[in-house]
């Protein structure tokens, strides 16, 4: 069994740390902001409650450790969104043992650059996850849909950790080692970048796409330069059954991005869709359908003003 520490304990956050400590791991909550930051809804002893997959409820107390205990992590699973890893971060560096890997999972992309510079020595892996997660307060937490999670190395020293993928797959549904982990986050990033805003602005569940397939084709049909300059050679049909899977898998889920834009949350629509318009624009590849969901979510989006926002 190993000593986990998560970092950010939002929906995906607090359902990972009770899929772990209910296979028997020990769980520490990070947090690397000041006590008088804390926000006002954490109440100490923390005791969290969630729900597995039939319902079954579950509660555990974890320790929270701070960056002065940073020496003592051996393993850190970063699930803050993405939005706010950098922020999160900063005060680690230089205190995080550089034998201790970075375990990073969220939606979207743009934060690999930043993690390498600033912890250059820590093996870094690199994970996505289709797991389904909801917050329903700061303490209570549900796992509302089974799904993939894979990790790759982030470097080179990432892939001497190919072992602890291995200890995760214990815990959660499906958890695996990819080689091909840039193809897996491009395949997530298409997958947010159609789902999250369509059901954001709709205010619907994942499920209602299976009757939008006309949209989900004109927005993979806009992304397929992009994809081909990648280096992607999937045909275009094969993202579009992708990203329908997923809505099917996911049906009855509400997308991050929807729950986000619903409890007056930032979203992390500026490394979906804005990383797609940011890798597209040098590249001279215009995408009126995305640059318009872009807008949209933008527009209705809290301005992420980092550390205020950061779950626990
Ligand atoms: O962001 C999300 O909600 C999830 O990544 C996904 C896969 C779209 C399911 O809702």
Not at 55 to 66: A, I, R, V, Y
Not at 103 to 127: S, Y
Not at 153 to 168: E, I, T, Y
Request: charged share 15%; net charge negative; hydrophobic share 45%.
């Amino acid at each position: 069994m190993k000593h986990w520490t998560l970092f950010g304990c939002g929906a995906l956050g607090g359902v990972m740390a009770g899929l772990l400590a209910q296979a028997g791991h020990q769980v520490s909550l990070l947090r690397t902001f000041p006590p008088q930051q804390v926000p006002q809804e954490v109440k100490h002893p923390l005791l969290l409650s969630w729900w597995d997959l039939e319902g079954q409820h579950h509660e555990f107390n974890p320790d929270f450790l701070q960056t002065k205990d940073a020496a003592n992590i051996s393993l850190l699973l970063v699930t803050t969104k993405v939005y706010q890893v950098q922020v999160a971060m900063e005060p680690l560096i230089g205190q995080l043992p550089e034998a201790t890997p970075i375990l990073l999972l969220h939606n979207g992309m743009g934060t690999e650059a930043w993690v390498k510079r600033a912890f250059p020595a820590n093996p870094l892996l690199i994970g996505i996850t289709s797991n389904g997660a909801l917050r329903l307060s700061a303490e209570e937490f549900r796992h509302t849909g089974s799904g993939e999670t894979w990790f790759g190395a982030g470097n080179a020293a990432g892939n001497d950790w190919r072992g602890v993928v291995d200890v995760l797959a214990q815990a959660l549904p499906h958890a695996a080692w990819s080689d091909e982990i840039r193809m897996k986050q491009w395949e997530k990033l298409v997958i947010n970048a159609i789902i999250n805003p369509l059901t954001a602005l709709s205010g619907e569940t994942n499920g209602s796409l299976l009757t939008r397939q006309e949209e989900v084709e004109a927005l993979c049909h806009e992304l397929m330069p992009l994809l081909q300059r990648e280096g992607f050679n999937l045909p275009e049909e094969a993202w579009v059954s992708r990203v329908m899977a997923v809505a099917a898998a996911t049906a009855s889920n509400y997308s991050s991005m929807q729950q986000d834009l619903v409890a007056g949350r930032p979203t992390e629509i500026d490394y979906i869709t804005g990383y797609i318009l940011r890798e597209a624009q040098p590249l001279g590849l215009h995408m009126p359908l995305h640059q318009q969901l872009y807008d949209a979510i933008s527009h209705r989006s809290p301005i992420a003003s980092g550390i205020s926002n950061f779950s626990i």
